[in-house]
Nanobody, 117 residues
Framework: VQLVESGGGLVPAGGSLRLSCAAS????????MGWYRQGPGKERELVAG???????DYADSVKGRFTISRDNAKNTLYLQMNSLKPEDTAIYYC????????????WGQGTQVTVSS
């Protein structure tokens, strides 16, 4: 499985960005996808996840501001980020969970999101 993110950039506080993650390869073995982020000096954290037939989950810090969605026809995952804050500054990674291992085994290269104050 290959994952390629796009859509990061520099945005002022209060602004919006939409990240995209195009998936290819053996995606039939994937049962969930998610967005993680790692800010400067911080641990990597799960921002939002989505599973087939199940509602999405969000980190408390982004609830009401971020929306995860997927277009199965395009094999693409999205993260709509609104009301961005400087603390949202991070490298954002797309990840896919293997149905056999139950782990997020596949990762994209990451895309930088910088929110200026």
């Amino acid at each position: 499985v290959q994952l390629v993110e796009s859509g990061g950039g520099l945005v002022p506080a209060g602004g919006s960005l939409r990240l995209s993650c195009a998936a290819s390869g053996s995606i039939f073995g994937i049962d969930a996808m998610g967005w993680y982020r790692q800010g400067p000096g911080k641990e990597r954290e799960l921002v939002a996840g989505i599973r087939s037939g199940v509602s999405a989950d969000y980190a408390d810090s982004v609830k009401g501001r971020f929306t995860i969605s997927r277009d199965n026809a395009k094999n693409t995952l999205y993260l709509q980020m609104n009301s961005l804050k400087p603390e949202d500054t991070a490298i954002y990674y797309c990840a896919a969970r293997d149905v056999m291992s139950g782990e997020y085994d596949y990762w994209g290269q990451g895309t930088q999101v910088t929110v200026s104050s």
